[in-house]
């Protein structure tokens, strides 16, 4: 009976492999990194506010619009409001522009706005610049979402 004792307890020490331990404070902090992070609208448009912004200085300080685009995963488009509402045709942005047209006309003093599409899947970064044009920077949610988690995705 001692013999069985003693080859049951050899197999079961065997069948332990100490070898294999794993780094609780890593894991917990792997753990934390990979946990799903609510994302709320209002953080989504703060986002797209902030590189709204930077678009615009980038684009005031002369760099071409078609290269930030591609490298932003950005849409850029600027011109005469009568042009943009030509090649826009979601019916909330072309409201918006009419209001941004009647502001000009009034000599209003018009801040760039962000306002979403129809749909509710895209932003836009709406301002005036000093020659009468405006300037549209559309954003995709999906996009913007990715871009925020980009530290995290690995």
Known sequence: ?????IIILAITVYACDF?????TTAAVKEMRERQVKRVLPQDIVNQVDVWGQELQARLAKGQ????????????IQSGSIEMLKKSVKDAKINEMLDA???GLIQKQDIPASIQKNS???SL????PTNNGNVTLIGFS???VII?????LIK
Not at 1 to 5: D, R, V
Not at 64 to 75: H, I, Q, W
Request: no cysteine; proline share 2%.
């Open 1 to 5: 009976m001692k013999k069985y004792l």
């Open 19 to 23: 070898s294999k331990r794993i780094d």
């Open 64 to 75: 071409v619009a078609d290269s930030l685009s591609s490298k932003n995963k950005v849409r």
């Open 100 to 102: 941004i047209a009647f």
């Open 119 to 121: 749909s509710g899947d």
């Open 124 to 127: 836009y970064y709406i301002y």
């Open 141 to 143: 949610k999906k996009q």
């Open 147 to 151: 871009q925020m988690d980009k530290p």
